[in-house]
């Protein structure tokens, strides 16, 4: 079996690992040993935190219209529960969007939705303001 010399490849593997380490503290960033699961470990966050920005964003956009609402004399729940009603297919991220930019058309979604609650909850709501 002949001989086979690994050096192109083993350097191309080191180059690309050391680029990706690139920026990191200490030894992280030129020795081999560190850089490795250094990398490794970084490419496991990144892949968990994508999907916890959505999260995270959701959460913030619910936060921005539960503020909007109360400010105008309406609960979240009750917000989203006329707007199922009324069919008004407007995600979050758009009527926090609204709410913060256009307030005068979140206004106008929110006086759609508020005809299609029902009487009982209005008569909660009035109670608890």
Not at 119 to 129: E, G, L, T
């Amino acid at each position: 079996m002949p001989r086979v010399k690994r050096g192109v490849i083993h350097l191309k593997k080191r180059r690309a690992l050391m680029k990706a380490a690139k920026g990191f503290r200490w030894g992280r960033k030129n020795l081999i040993k560190l850089a490795r699961p250094a990398v490794l470990k970084a490419g496991a966050y990144a892949f968990r935190d994508r999907r916890a920005k959505k999260r995270d964003l959701r959460a913030v956009w619910q936060i921005q219209i539960s503020a909007a609402c109360k400010a105008l004399g309406m609960s979240y729940s009750v917000f989203m529960g006329g707007l199922k009603k009324a069919n008004i297919e407007v995600d979050r991220k758009i009527l926090s969007t609204l709410a913060s930019e256009n307030p005068e058309v979140f206004k106008a979604i929110l006086t759609k939705a508020n005809i299609t609650v029902p009487v009982k909850a209005k008569a909660k709501m009035s109670v608890n303001a």
